[in-house]
């Protein structure tokens, strides 16, 4: 069973609108959780990285957030645009594991005109 | 500055085949990842390099994969003999420092296709 889960598996928003993503995980001991973006025949990208001590973290109109104690995530794209389409990974670092990468299978979003 | 590079971007082969999948890191980057994502499923941790040294390869699948990086620059991926369930989709990361915060940066990676 992966230890990284991630919802919804897919979404369709209207360009302008916001959304949110959420990720659960069983991953222990916790390093970090990361948010990567994947576009279609492209390698993921970094989003942003949050420690168990960080509760929220924003790159741009991405916002993520972590609750270290319910192992949770989200991730909030604002004001969204026909570029935000993409897959969204979630990704778990576990503190025995360095440089090791747990990935969830991504909610692959789709904004339209 | 050049981001990471694998070359492959496709290949298609035929069963007990082999393979040779290549990872050019971003200049610098003493930290060097192989991972892979099958059909379907998520992406998969393979192994990690540090400099030249296998720093971890927990996640290698068997024996008929080999991956190398001589020198501590670029790295190879080695399959043989390819089996049907070697399909998918082989990402090659690095970072520069070894700190479980490192970014890790991908390369678009290498579509193989075992026929």
């Known amino acids: 069973k992966n230890q990284v889960e991630q919802s919804p598996q897919s979404l369709i928003i209207l360009e302008g609108k916001n959304c949110t993503l959420q990720c659960n995980y069983t991953v222990s001991p916790f390093s970090n959780l990361r948010w990567y973006k994947q576009d279609t025949g492209r390698g993921p990208v970094s989003l942003t990285i949050m420690t168990f001590s960080e509760n929220t973290k924003s790159n741009g109109r991405y916002t993520a957030t972590l609750d270290a104690d319910t192992k949770q995530s989200s991730l909030h794209i604002t004001a969204s645009q026909l570029s935000d389409s993409a897959s969204y990974i979630c990704v778990v670092s576990g503190s025995d594991s360095w440089g090791k990468l747990q990935f969830g299978a991504g909610t692959q979003v789709v904004v339209t005109p | 500055e050049a981001g990471v590079t694998q070359f492959p971007s496709h290949s298609v082969i035929e069963k007990g085949q082999t393979v040779t999948l290549r990872c050019d890191p971003i200049?610098?980057?003493?930290?060097l990842y192989w991972y892979r994502r099958v059909m379907g499923k998520e992406i998969k941790f393979l192994l990690h390099?540090?400099?030249?040294?296998?720093?971890?390869e927990s996640g290698m699948p068997n024996n008929r994969f080999l991956a190398e990086r001589t020198g501590g620059t670029y790295s190879t991926l080695k399959v043989q003999p390819a089996e049907l369930e070697d399909s998918g989709v082989y990402f090659c990361?690095?970072?520069?420092?070894?700190?479980?915060?490192?970014?890790?940066?991908f390369g678009p990676g290498t579509r193989l296709l075992v026929l």
């Open positions: 200049s610098g980057h003493d930290n």
């Open positions: 990361a690095s970072s520069q420092g070894g700190g479980r915060q490192e970014t890790q940066y």
């Open positions: 390099f540090v400099k030249e040294s296998k720093q971890d």
